[in-house]
């Protein structure tokens, strides 16, 4: 199904792009593009919405649709993906968010607008927020003794994502031993969604941080092995499909 939102209606105003048709389709998903401001309530949060213009839409649906494309049906479907909300101005908890992974409604709001500057952005965006939903329903979001264990025992991560929103916390960097980025040391969750993320969009650079640093080396093994364990489709053809220039 799919759908334009506005409140509860599903109307006829806004053109939805056809690969987001193709999605709603071939996963068995709702599709819905917001219309007008929507905002829902979860367990112990709030997310806020607004419309995309038609051209923004138009523009991330195509990003959109051959990053989401890369997974097979199984995984979504093993990840509980119920919806996808495209949207933009998302906010969760009145913080400005690129995409929020809601658990307790099965659904993936992902923001038009956010960093349209930046193309590599967006794509890693897709898949860093769909790794959470991954990782939760593996029971595996806050609490990893195995990932953990990884680490030097000097190693600490901070108090969270959301405290770490300032610009430059995504920028890749050599100068952190064992993580990718200053925003993969805030909290243990986004290790593992900014090391997942980048394996999709920028596979050489991490093949580069792998051979220089034994952590990130055994993080990799780690997520790929356990990945493939939850859903066999988490194959050396998927780590290595790219969906840049497609
Ligand atoms: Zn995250």
């Given amino acids: 199904m799919v759908g334009i939102l506005v409140g509860m209606l599903f109307v006829g105003r806004v053109d939805i792009p056809e690969s987001l048709i193709q999605i709603s389709k071939k996963y068995e998903v709702q599709v819905d593009v917001i219309a007008e401001p929507y905002s829902w309530r979860g367990r112990g949060y709030t997310v806020e919405t607004s419309a995309p213009t038609s051209a923004d839409l138009a523009k991330y649906a195509k990003i959109f649709a051959s990053e989401w494309n890369r997974y097979p049906v199984s995984v979504i479907r093993a990840a509980k993906v119920k919806r996808i909300v495209i949207a933009t101005g998302i906010s969760l908890n009145k913080q400005v968010r690129a995409a929020v992974p809601s658990f307790d409604s099965n659904t993936m709001y ?36 195995e990932w ?10 901070g108090n969270g994502g959301d405290k770490m929103r300032n610009l430059g916390a995504g920028v890749l960097t050599d100068k952190l031993p064992g993580v990718l980025t200053p925003y993969a040391m805030s909290a243990i969750e986004e290790d593992k969604a900014e090391l997942y993320g980048h394996l999709l969009v920028d596979r050489e650079y991490v093949a580069g941080r792998v051979k220089a640093d034994a952590v990130i080396a055994a993080k990799v093994g780690l997520l790929k092995a356990r990945m493939q364990k939850w859903d066999a489709e988490f194959s050396d053809e998927f780590w290595n499909s790219m969906a840049w220039g497609t």
Wanted: glycine share 4%.
């Fill in 110 to 145: 992902y923001d038009t607008t956010l960093g349209s500057y930046n193309e590599a952005y967006q794509r890693l965006v897709v898949h860093h927020e769909f790794f959470h939903m991954m990782d939760q329903v593996q029971g595996l979001v806050r609490k990893d003794p």
């Fill in 148 to 157: 953990a264990a990884l680490n030097p025992p000097d190693f600490h991560y």
